[in-house]
């Protein structure tokens, strides 16, 4: 088993930034995706950007130009910078990271974005 640990939520105003990071609890893992997904207030969960164990990245296409993925393989560590934050941002954050036996889930963390 393994445990993924979020942190960087939190409140903003519009136009503002935050940085979300992910630490899986093994770092000997081998996971085949890891990235952010987000469920916002009555919306389904949605990928937001992740990472394919070759380094594909693939974005979803409301923040395309404003979050920024980036990954610490060797620590099995993913971060997410969000600039151009708006208020449909506004949802919890969740870390995924999936390999062909399981998929694993972080706890959530709550970004707000104020207008």
């Known amino acids: 088993q393994v445990q993924l640990v979020e942190s960087g939520g939190g409140s903003v105003q519009a136009g503002g930034s935050l940085r979300l990071s992910c630490a899986a609890s093994?770092?000997?893992?081998?996971?085949?995706?890891m990235g952010w997904y987000r469920e916002g207030p009555g919306k389904q969960r949605e990928l937001v950007a992740d990472?394919?164990?070759?380094?594909?990245?693939t974005y979803g296409d409301s923040v395309k130009g404003r979050f920024t993925i980036s990954r610490n393989k060797s620590r099995n560590a993913v971060y997410l910078q969000m600039n151009s934050l708006e208020p449909e941002d506004s949802a919890v954050y969740y870390c995924?990271?999936?390999?062909?036996?399981?998929?694993?889930w972080g706890q959530g963390t709550q970004v707000i974005v104020s207008s």
């Open positions: 995924n990271a999936g390999v062909p036996q399981a998929n694993f």
């Open positions: 093994r770092s000997s893992f081998i996971f085949t995706r």
């Open positions: 990472f394919s164990y070759s380094g594909v990245i």
